[in-house]
């Protein structure tokens, strides 16, 4: 048994002239407060684990359900995380992959985001950052992340690289 897909018809996707990455630019921040505050959290945390732990009372719930509890007024819901419909094209071509970053910025607006994230593998990586890197005004609230699997990849070519003269090869 076979499917027939309806076919998708993207419009196609100028590259045009190759644009870099923008200038870097630095962010100063303060955050010596909320730092200060969730030392204290913790330092909290751990002595009423301590305590529960030596006077056999009911035990202190773990890290994540403390830090949910002790919140100020935010109401804390669960995550869902969800694929994009099937896109009938080849998935390293420049179209595909700013269909791709339509459609995210679509759902973004629709959940009254602020900004969404892109996971790729390393090849679309590559041509999102060049679509993005074009249109930095049109989807700027883009965060592209490069999957677990391609992060560790390169994480483990730099130690190969770093360390091949120490006998690692061997």
């Not at 009372?57 to 804390?76: C, K, L, S, Y």
């Not at 669960?78 to 420049?94: D, K």
């Not at 090849?123 to 060049?130: F, G, T």
Request: hydrophobic content about 40%; overall charge neutral; glycine content about 4%.
């Amino acid at each position: 048994m076979t499917l027939d897909a309806d076919p998708i018809i993207l419009c196609p996707y100028n590259a045009g002239e190759r644009v870099g990455p923008p200038s870097r630019f630095h962010i100063a921040l303060d955050n010596r407060k909320v730092v200060e505050q969730a030392q204290k959290k913790n330092l909290i945390w751990i002595l009423a684990r301590l305590h529960a732990a030596s006077s056999q009372e009911n035990p202190v719930v773990g890290w994540t359900g403390f830090n949910i509890t002790t919140r100020d007024n935010e109401d804390v819901s669960q995550n869902t995380v969800a694929y994009l419909p099937t896109i009938n094209a080849p998935a390293t071509e420049m179209s595909t992959i700013h269909e791709v970053l339509i459609r995210s910025q679509k759902i973004m607006n629709t959940l009254e985001l602020k900004s969404i994230a892109v996971v790729c593998d390393q090849s679309i990586y590559a041509k999102a950052i060049e679509i993005l890197w074009k249109h930095k005004d049109k989807f700027s609230h883009i965060v592209p992340r490069l999957g677990a699997y391609h992060t560790i990849c390169t994480l483990m070519t730099i130690i190969g690289k770093r360390f091949s003269d120490a006998g690692l090869l061997e």
